[in-house]
């Protein structure tokens, strides 16, 4: 604020909106300057009153106005823009259960599943995951997805033998628990140990067809295979459904 008169200048500023600071300060102030002397106004965006102004994502508008005040008729007007962006979104693909079917005694090295984690906002999402049994290895645990990489981060989920030999036969059910940013998901990993010669049904792929195109085609990608694989003992016998007339499966029985 410059006095480009004579005489003291006697004057105030004020914004029209609380999330808008002068000098610090929600409420007007005011100031006296003199002949060819400035002001310095300190101008600030308040974020505990953006949060409690329920501002949206996009562009809002504040305005600030200088004013003489021996003479109300003399005033300047300023205005504050601020755009607010999306916050970072944790998002973890599939939604689905990662299943693994052993027999008792087998190894499960070989063995691996995968999450990925995707930021569905904007900016950088900062993400662990833990998971609540011992036998659930993850890699990594931990990472940083930016907005623009559609391809995200795997998570790569294999099993831990040591722990895997201390279950019992039967169906064990892990959680792993993303955290992102005060934001949460949760999804399981299910571990299925059949009797030592019981034929077992595993499907070793994890990830789903997710096609687009137009109505009629065509679609990309159009297929997705599937391999279906006995992790037990003796003969599986297999068949394949699907709950949508616009599926074709190929070898949809076997043994």
Known sequence: VTNIGNGTLNWTASADQSWVLLNGSAAAIQGSTGEGVSDEVMVTIDAAAVIAAQLGVGQHTATITFTNSDDPTQFVTRQVILTLTPAPELVVEPTTA???????GDPVDLLSGA?????NGSGTLTWTAVANAAWVY?????????????DGQTVTVTLVAAEVALLGVGTHTANVTFTADGQEEVREVVLTIVPAGTPALNVQEQALLNSTGPQGGPFTPNSIQYTVENVG????DYTVTVDAIW?????ATGS
Do not use: K, R, S
């Open 247 to 251: 599926i074709d499966l190929t070898n």
């Open 233 to 236: 003992g003796g003969i599986l």
């Open 138 to 150: 993850l890699d990594p645990a931990q990472g940083q997805v930016e907005a623009t990489d559609a």
């Open 115 to 119: 999450f990925t984690v995707y930021n």
């Open 98 to 104: 990662i299943n693994f079917v052993i027999e008792a």
